[in-house]
């Protein structure tokens, strides 16, 4: 299994929009709509942001959003604001009961 | 509201073995009837996903580890323990037990705080 590609960073000022990108292949991204998001901010543990390419879990609010074409899928931030500057990080299920997750990309918010 | 603690030793010799346990509070591993995991996060650097397991003992592991893991149960205890032998220093990172979501396939919607792991002599 290899990990999936994502931009080591990207930035934006507040009130833009931001869209990560996760590479993979047809034998985890392509090939299955489970692709999750992960906010991370410094000394904490990952939160859930997305799931199931597209879905937000309660209390996430709706400036963000999934999706996916082909084997690369993306997150897309919109209505930046300081708080969103962390770093975030794509999982997909890989087949055979297995995950696996990109290297991670840091949001800068200008 | 679910809590995930995980527990074990900040330290462990090279060729050791690495026990880990994550004690569950406000949700049964039992009547949740979802998966719990750990992952794992070497210092700077992504996500790996490690092994995940049902209340039954159902698990999955990470292919890449397989060898060298075992992720355990203890339903009357409401815990699930990892087991990593033959330590070296790549296994030297914070280790997070994690909750699935409803659908295994989803991702991990809870996580603990994580604990550090030093590899060292």
């Known amino acids: 299994q290899s990990a999936l590609t994502q931009p080591r960073s990207v930035s934006g000022s507040p009130g833009q929009s931001v869209t990560i990108s996760c590479t993979g292949t047809?034998?985890?991204?392509?090939?299955?709509?489970?692709v999750s998001w992960y906010q991370q901010h410094p000394g904490t543990p990952p939160k859930l942001m997305i799931y199931?390419?597209?879905r937000r879990p309660s209390g996430v609010p709706d400036r963000f959003s999934g999706s996916k074409s082909g084997n690369t899928a993306s997150l897309t931030i919109s209505g930046l604001q300081a708080e969103d500057e962390a770093d975030y990080y794509c999982?997909?299920?890989?087949?055979?009961?297995?995950?696996?997750f990109g290297g991670g990309t840091t949001l800068t918010v200008l | 509201q679910l809590q995930l603690q995980e527990s074990g030793p900040g330290l462990v010799k090279p060729s050791e073995t690495l026990s880990l346990t994550c004690s569950v509070s406000?949700?049964?591993?039992?009547?949740?009837?979802?998966?719990w995991g750990w992952i794992r996060q070497p210092p700077g650097k992504g996500l790996e996903w490690i092994a995940s397991?049902?209340?039954?003992?159902?698990?999955y592991y990470n292919p890449s580890l397989q060898s060298r893991v075992t992720i355990s149960v203890d339903t009357s205890k409401n815990q699930i323990s990892l087991n990593l032998k033959s330590v070296t220093a790549a296994d030297a990172t914070v280790y997070y037990c994690?909750?699935?979501?409803?659908?295994?396939?989803?991702?991990?919607?809870?996580w603990g705080q994580g604990i550090p792991v030093a590899v060292s002599s």
């Open positions: 999982s997909s299920y890989a087949g055979s009961y297995t995950f696996v």
């Open positions: 047809s034998d985890e991204v392509g090939g299955y709509n489970y």
């Open positions: 397991i049902y209340y039954n003992g159902g698990a």
């Open positions: 406000n949700d049964s591993i039992i009547t949740s009837r979802r998966f």
């Open positions: 199931a390419v597209t």
């Open positions: 994690v909750r699935h979501t409803g659908e295994y396939r989803s991702g991990f919607d809870s």
